[in-house]
Each structure stands twice: as C-alpha cells, then as structure tokens.
C-alpha cells in the first residue's frame, strides 16, 4: 500500500532542507572568505573589501610559506609526530580502557584508578613542573618530547572503556569458555567490534598532535626540531628574523597579518581535511556509544 505525505509533513521536509542548507551555508562561507583573504593583497585584506572573491590576487602568502626548505623540515617534524603519537595514544589507550571497562566486582580497584585518571582531567601539576620533568628525564629537544606527555589521552580513555562496557558481556564469557585469554579477547573480539570508537579517538589524536605548536616552541632548542604548526607561529605570527631572507622581507611587504594568518589556516588545516572524510562516518557513532554508560 502507498501511502501519499500529507501537506503538512511536505511543509515540514521543505523548511527542513532550507534550514539545513542555510546552516551548511553558514559553515561554507566563512572558509571561502578566509581563503579569499589569504589570496588577495595585504592592502585590500586590510581594508576589509575582501568578500568571497580575492582582490589585487597575490600568492605572497603561501610563497612565504612554501618557499623554503624548513618548512619540509618541519613538515616531516609534524608528520612523524602524528605517526608516532597517534599510534602510542592508542596503544595505551587501549590497554587502559580494557581492565577499566571491567566491574568492580572482577576489578576490585578499578574505582580508585578510574578516580586517579579523572583527577587528572581536572587539575594539572602545572607548566614549570611539567617543563622540569621534560628536562629531567632528557627529552628536551627530541619526538619524543612532543609525544610522551600527551601519551595516556584520558578523556579519549574514558570514551574507549565505556564503549567497552556496551560490549555483550556473552561474547567475552563465550571466549573463555574457549579458552581465550585477556590478550586474546581483547585483541581479536574487543578491538574489531570497537572501530567507530578507535576511529574517533583516533582522529581527536591526530587533530591535537597535528594543531599543537606551543610544546615545539618551549621544549625545542634547535628550529630545526620545531614541528609545522610551531614553524608557522615564527615566521607569520613573530615574523622571527631567522627565517627571514631578503626576497621573504619583500613578500611580507605584500601581505598583512590578515593573508598570512589566513594562509597559515588553510596550510596547517588541509591534511585533517583530508584525513577527517575517512573517519567522519564512525565519529558519531563512537561519541554516542563511547559517552553513554551502561
């Protein structure tokens, strides 16, 4: 039997595409003005003449950036971090979630771990503590400075291990049943039926690694070490005099802080771009399963 819409149902689909689309619009423009910006003179981005279309079109902002061998140094910097740090977040992110996600009545102390991890989401030691361990333990100036003191992400922990706990407690009791141990069940039953969960934080991962500049600039000594986002910061935001030659002196003539500050958004944003529509299909799916407790 085919059953017709009534007029007010074809209403509400109508209002309902237009709103969607005026909202879509609204996420949309502002990035073609940015890029627009980052295409147009430093005199018309000062103005404020800059709509949706470049005015007076120059590259001198995107020259200024690419034109130069330590922006691939840097570059490579960030790419190995996000490889590196990536894969070690979930790694002990998953070997932390696992025994977390179990009740208290087979995990007698996983309250008190669970309470030891929270407290560290809501309160921190501090920036010189954490700058003098860095420097204690030797790590100054090295990857690994940039990866190990953001290796146990606990909020992206906290999101695993309930997505565990919504997990059939069945399939683990069939799995021991047939003799599979711990290691076994959680990497061959637990990590493959939690992929929407590990796509989200893997992508909270590579989104924090990729963004982060702040840590380069104080734990690295050598700009050679300095990840992209943190070779960006010297050359468009202090305009550090380092990196600068003379033909890179002329182009800054040519820009503002508005075209280099919008360039520098599209540089260090495309690589998340075009990672995110891989992932975007599992992200909602693991934030709501990963945040709801059963």
């Known amino acids: ?25 609204l996420c949309v423009l502002p990035l073609v003005h940015i890029f627009a910006v980052s295409l147009s003179s430093g005199a018309a981005a000062s103005a404020g003449i800059v709509k949706l279309w470049p005015v007076e079109f120059t590259t001198a902002a995107y020259q200024n950036i690419f034109d130069k061998p330590q922006y691939f140094t840097a570059f490579w910097v960030s790419v190995k971090r996000v490889l590196l740090g990536t894969g070690i977040n979930l790694l002990l992110t998953i070997t932390a979630a696992y025994p ?25 030691g501090g920036l010189i503590p954490w700058f003098m361990t860095i420097k204690a333990t030797g790590l100054m100036d090295s990857i690994w400075a940039l990866v190990l003191p953001s290796a146990v992400p606990v909020f992206n922990v906290i999101l695993l291990l309930n997505f565990f706990r919504s997990l059939p407690k069945e399939l683990e009791e069939s799995a021991r049943i047939d003799g599979a141990g711990h290691f076994m069940i959680l990497w061959k039953f637990y990590v493959p039926l939690s992929l929407p969960a590990l796509a989200t934080i893997t992508l909270f991962s590579m989104v924090g690694h990729w963004n982060s500049w702040f840590d380069g600039l104080i734990l690295m000594n050598n700009p050679d070490n300095y990840p992209l ?4 910061q010297t050359i468009v935001i202090s305009k550090d005099p380092r990196f600068l030659s003379a033909q890179e002196a002329e182009l800054l ?12 958004i599209y540089v260090a944003a495309l690589p998340i771009l075009l990672v995110y529509p ?10 709501v399963m990963g945040s709801v407790k059963e």
Request: charged content about 15%; overall charge positive.
């Open 278 to 287: 891989f992932l975007q299909r599992f992200f909602v799916k693991g934030i």
């Open 229 to 232: 986002q943190t070779f960006l």
């Open 253 to 264: 003539l040519q820009m503002s802080d508005r075209t280099s500050t919008a360039a520098q």
């Open 100 to 124: 977390l996600s179990k009740d208290s009545s087979y995990f007698r102390p996983r309250t008190v771990y669970v309470w030891i991890f929270v407290i560290t989401m809501l309160f921190s």
């Open 1 to 25: 039997m085919v059953s017709h819409a009534s007029i007010s149902r074809k209403i509400f689909v109508v209002c309902n595409y237009v709103f969607l689309m005026a909202l879509s619009l």
